[in-house]
């Protein structure tokens, strides 16, 4: 069939999106470039995994998989509202927190409202608005590849619907700090949404000055709602659960109307509550990437490669400006096996981004990259 006609049947907003860049998984590299090993450092994943608990609260559910999941979650909202100090109602979950993003977007814009959101963000902060045809406007960074407050502060004010912030930033790593997001808060009208997504607080909260931004948000009246992840600290970002923590049990009750009825499948639920039982093993693996990424901060600053510059980060990954094109740089890593994720944006195409790995991961990223910028200057 003639793709006119099929494109003729779209809604206008959705022929333009952008298909979301996923990369190129293991197999695909260990096919194209016959390399034995992968590095997988595109995703930020977790390369600790997850808890053993989650494989043993696994192992029994084969013998249930006739059964529907349960449609509300309701032993994962109850064990997260009693960690996080909120009522189960006010707590929504997602087939990651993709899902409720989506979620979000179908329930409350219509066309021509407006998001602010930042650029380079995440992708999806801008695709599900654009999805529904509201107006996204995405504020810059500052030259020191930093969150610009004066300009958030300002186009808070002007009352978005939805304002969208990462905190910390991917694939920046930067971060609003406490007094920063105070400012934030107070910059923004009442009938503005704020959409916290804290897709990293497991790694940020150990950053100096990361605000607690739930208790900041809980001392003032806008609606909010706090986006937190099972794919990155809690190593199960297979299994697709994310959550949010909303200002109104009414939010979620919204949500509710919009999302598939059983968004979240049974392994994801029993998997994502048996991670969250064994908060230790999160919190080593999560310790140890953190030290990894400092390592791997110092020994790129130490190769003194001319017109590298690497952006502080407070997540599981480094944000690099190469001083160069990256799609050369991009083609030679994967040439060796190692998988980062290029970006494409208009002014960051000499940035990669690159997530922390196992020790030997980070070692041999380091080593080609060593090769590669050295080489060929
Ligand atoms: C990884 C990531 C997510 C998505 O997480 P899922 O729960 O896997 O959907 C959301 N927001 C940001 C900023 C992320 O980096």
Redesign the pocket.
Known sequence: MNPSTIHALARPEVSPLPAYNAGLSSDAVRARYGVAEVARLAS?ENPFGASPAVGRALAGLASQLNHYPDANSTALRRAIAGRVGAEPGQIVI?N????I?QMLCLALLSPGDRVLTQRPG?G??EIFPRMMNAEVQALALTPALEFDLDAWCEALARGPKIAMI?NPS?PVGCLFDAAAFERLLAATPAGTLLVI?E??VEYARLAPGFPDALAALRRQPRPWIV?R????GWGL?GL???YGIASDAALVQLLDRVRTPFNVNHAAQTAALAAWGDEPFMDHAVAQTVQMRAALEAQLHALALPGLRVAPSAANFLFIDLGRPNGPVHEALLARGIIVKPWKEPGFEHFIRVSVGTPDENRRFLCALREILGATP
């Open positions: 930020n997602g990651g927190s993709e899902d993003l995440f999806l902060h990462a991917n997504d897709a990293y986006l992840t099972f794919s990155k970002a697709r659960v994310g």
